[in-house]
């Protein structure tokens, strides 16, 4: 039944398995081109009920305030300022949870399907710190001492959570603690969507009447994720988003696509979704910017609720669902609700300093310059640019991460409690760099991965997002976290020998950059090569390795 069982490929798997790679990747990315990811439909269901536990949780801590203790008559409390607040505490915990992004089959999770407390509460896992060799919460292992601060964040949101009303007191100790666990580990820092969470947690804090600092951070939310769309990626994220919609009819997924099967570059029609999309993301904070209600700001919260339900109807890969829905909720909480607060007019020295830094600073920086700063911060979201990497393992070396202390297993290992046949769980492995492919940035792959190994026949690949999943247990699109910090991170625990792992690293391309910049590094033997790619020289090449790069590509799994 389609219900419980993946849309079966165009293709024989037995058969596939013995194609070179690149008519592999070929075959893979023509299935993503009209068929997606391939879920069963019972796991978009898993993710459906994910969204009522995420919403009835919020329900039920919003019961203990007095007065928003009644579903009933929820609609005359929905937009209280007090569920507003709950909403975002809850979102925080639900996130440090590893409930939310990065959570579920669709993230290459599936036994068990969530990473994060599993982690961040399990002394000696590895983790990611601010500056390793800082005394006390540095280094690359996770101590009682990191267990403790995760533990206290979660005690002190359940304390507000279950508070009749949030005041100062319950919002110190969480705007405290998130901080000084980015120095333990950033990933913590990251799974929490500190950009969005902590920063409204701080106006919450640092002002008495909030509302127009929280409107700010919405705000900025939109504008930054609309900045960084104007690129060349977006049109082929626009292809993979409407691929993997369980919703989209077949005939419109071939429509994205220049002349599907051969050419699957965007076509002009996914060019022109692209930017009406981009248009959306930045008009829909201008017009709630300066909407002083009425007629114009109907239609902001019209062009908001359109934009975040295309989102959330393709299903994105990282499935950041819940955080859509708590985007659209304060989009109705705070300026349908208060259209006489405008936004940045926050009365807080204090807080307008860290709103400029938080909301303006680090989103230009990381835009400028994406290599030194997480994606997350600069808020440039789902744009098709991200920094990636591939990892390299050569005959059954991946086995090594069996070393290290983690909660998840390798992939095919989670698989096969779910797939007895090798060749189907082989498949499936490939669906991810397929993926990656599929993308405009994958495209640089070409000409990298014959500079990282000779003889690539021996090495299995295997993407960063797969690995950062596995070892630190969260991922969600940010390759800094799978880059050569991770690499050194797990080393010597590993003890990898040299040609063993080879690691591929791309940068994001800057705002107005011409190229993607490129590392290529050894496990033993450190970093072997660096250089950039010009986008400009990959535009128009297929997905797929062709001419002088295919014939430099044979027989690399997948994994």
């Not at 007090?82 to 579920?104: P, T």
């Not at 600073?361 to 979201?381: E, I, K, Q, T, V």
């Not at 969600?476 to 050194?488: N, S, T």
Request: hydrophobic fraction near 50%; aromatic fraction near 12%; charge should be neutral.
């Amino acid at each position: 039944m389609r219900w419980l069982q993946p849309t079966p490929p165009p293709y024989d798997p037995s058969e596939w398995v013995k194609l070179p790679l690149p008519e592999r990747a070929r075959a893979v990315c023509e299935a993503w081109a009209l068929q997606g990811y391939g879920a069963p439909l019972a796991i978009y269901t898993l993710y459906v009920l994910k969204i009522g536990l995420y919403v009835g949780g919020w329900a039920f801590f919003c019961g203990f305030t007095p007065g928003l203790d009644s579903l009933a008559n929820i609609a005359d409390w929905w937009l209280a300022p007090v569920a507003f607040q709950k909403a975002i505490l809850w979102s925080l915990l639900f996130e440090a949870l590893g409930l939310g992004c990065g959570s579920g089959p669709l993230t290459g999770r599936y036994f068990p399907p969530i990473g994060g407390v599993l982690y961040f509460l399990r002394p000696g896992t590895t983790k990611l710190p601010l500056w390793p060799a800082l005394p006390l919460l540095g280094g690359a292992r996770r101590t009682w001492l990191d267990v403790a601060l995760y533990a206290a964040l979660l005690g002190t949101l359940l304390r507000a959570l279950v508070a009749p009303a949030i005041d100062a007191p319950l919002l110190l100790p969480i705007a405290v603690l998130l901080p000084v666990l980015a120095l333990c580990d950033r990933t913590i820092f990251l799974a929490c969507r500190a950009e969005h969470y902590w920063t409204t947690v701080m106006c919450f804090l640092l002002v008495g009447d909030w509302i127009a600092a929280a409107k700010a951070v919405q705000i900025a939310l939109w504008f930054w994720a609309g900045v960084s769309k104007l690129n060349h990626h977006f049109p082929a994220v626009v292809c993979v988003m409407t691929s993997n919609s369980p919703f989209t009819w077949p005939g419109l997924r071939r429509l994205m696509y220049r002349n599907y099967p051969d050419d699957l570059r965007p076509s002009r029609l996914a060019g022109v979704a692209a930017h009406v999309g981009t248009a959306f993301e930045i008009g829909v904070p201008i017009v709630l910017l300066f909407a002083p209600g009425g007629t114009s700001l109907v239609i902001g919260l019209v062009l908001m609720v359109m934009l975040h339900a295309f989102i959330t109807s393709n299903v994105p890969m990282g499935v950041p669902i819940e955080w859509n829905v708590m985007v659209v909720y304060g989009g109705f909480a705070l300026f349908w609700a208060h259209p006489e607060a405008r936004a940045f007019d926050v009365g807080s020295v204090p807080l307008a300093l860290l709103l400029l830094v938080m909301l303006v600073g680090l989103p230009l920086l990381g835009n400028l310059f994406p290599g030194r700063l997480s994606f997350l911060m600069a808020m440039r979201y789902y744009a098709g640019n991200w920094a990636y990497s591939v990892w390299l393992f050569r005959d059954d070396s991946a086995r090594k991460l069996d070393r290290l202390n983690k909660a998840i297993p390798l992939m095919r290992d989670q698989l096969k409690r779910m797939i007895d046949d090798p060749d189907a769980i082989e498949l499936a492995c490939m669906m991810t760099p397929a993926f990656r492919l599929i993308h405009l940035q994958g495209r640089v792959l070409h000409g990298l991965v014959p500079r990282a190994v000779d003889d690539i026949d021996r090495y299995e690949w295997m993407d960063g997002e797969m690995v950062a999943g596995m070892v630190l247990g969260w991922n969600f699109g940010d390759g800094h976290l799978h880059g050569l910090q991770l690499l050194d991170a797990i080393r010597d625990e590993c003890g990898f020998e040299p040609g063993e792992l080879r690691l591929i690293i791309v940068e994001s391309q800057p705002l107005g950059g011409a190229s993607m910049a490129w590392t290529i590094a050894d496990a033993a033997d450190g970093v072997l090569e660096t250089g950039a790619t010009r986008i400009a020289d990959v535009a128009e090449l297929q997905p797929w390795p062709t001419g002088v790069d295919a014939a430099a590509f044979r027989g690399v799994r997948a994994g």
